[in-house]
């Protein structure tokens, strides 16, 4: 069953902010949230991950409620190159090898 | 560096014929996980490889599939008799830490398109 649960989809316009949200109520202490993106036709594309602090690399920023059962990836200048599936995943860190569940993900439609 | 790399990037089966992709992962990375990305859906966890050992294949779908990775680096996917539902991408993963896990990050390549008629 999937962990997460995100909108099927989403619009953003060419150069402003796009906040993707993703809850996630179940996540464990131990889990970390991930962020993919799949543009079409290609494998997934890491973005981002966080345990418990926000973080921020040169693709997006990744912001965690305090209480973990939420998350917003920010794409702060969206282009067109950014349309794309966004996949919430959480997954744990030391008792999984790793896997990554995705769910359906959101369609995030960049438009000019 | 090259990244992941996956062939053929089509395939065409016949139903009941045998077919084998190939996974090159990044160099050096220690774990490589292999996925099914149905039409319209996310990927799917097949099995995953920590060097040669194969230490979880709980995805694999039925005993037509098998995968191996003989000396650690390049890994192939067998389906043997294939079926119409065979048909989906099959994306492999590469990760430098044991386990993918503790935030590692996982590179995908571009995957092999599968179609059975």
């Known amino acids: 069953d999937a962990k997460t649960t995100q909108p099927p989809s989403m619009d953003c316009a060419e150069g402003r902010a796009a906040n993707l949200p993703c809850n996630h109520s179940t996540i464990s202490g131990n889990e970390y949230v991930y962020w993919y993106r799949q543009i079409h036709s290609q494998g997934p594309q890491y973005i981002i991950h966080?345990?418990?602090n926000n973080e921020t690399n040169e693709m997006a920023s990744l912001i965690i409620t305090e209480d973990r059962k939420s998350s917003t990836l920010i794409l702060p200048h969206a282009t067109l190159r950014d349309t794309a599936v966004y996949y919430c995943?959480?997954?744990?860190?030391?008792?999984?090898?790793?896997?990554?569940?995705f769910g359906a993900g959101t369609q995030v439609v960049v438009t000019p | 560096g090259a990244g992941v790399s996956q062939s053929p990037r089509y395939k065409v089966a016949k139903r009941g014929q045998d077919v084998a992709l190939r996974c090159d992962p990044i160099?050096?990375?220690?774990?490589l996980f292999w996925y099914q990305q149905a039409l319209g859906q996310g990927p799917e966890f097949l099995t995953y490889f920590q060097n040669e050992a194969q230490l979880d294949k709980s995805g694999l779908p039925s005993d037509r599939f098998f995968a191996e990775r003989p000396e650690g680096s390049v890994s192939t996917l067998k389906i043997q008799r294939t079926q119409q539902e065979d048909s989906a991408v099959y994306l492999c993963?590469?990760?430098?830490?044991?386990?993918?896990?503790?935030?590692?990050?996982?590179?995908f390549g571009p995957g092999t398109r599968l179609t059975v008629l």
């Open positions: 966080g345990l418990k």
């Open positions: 160099s050096g990375h220690v774990s």
């Open positions: 993963a590469s990760s430098l830490a044991m386990w993918g896990g503790r935030g590692d990050t996982q590179y």
């Open positions: 995943i959480v997954g744990a860190t030391t008792d999984s090898w790793g896997k990554l569940q």
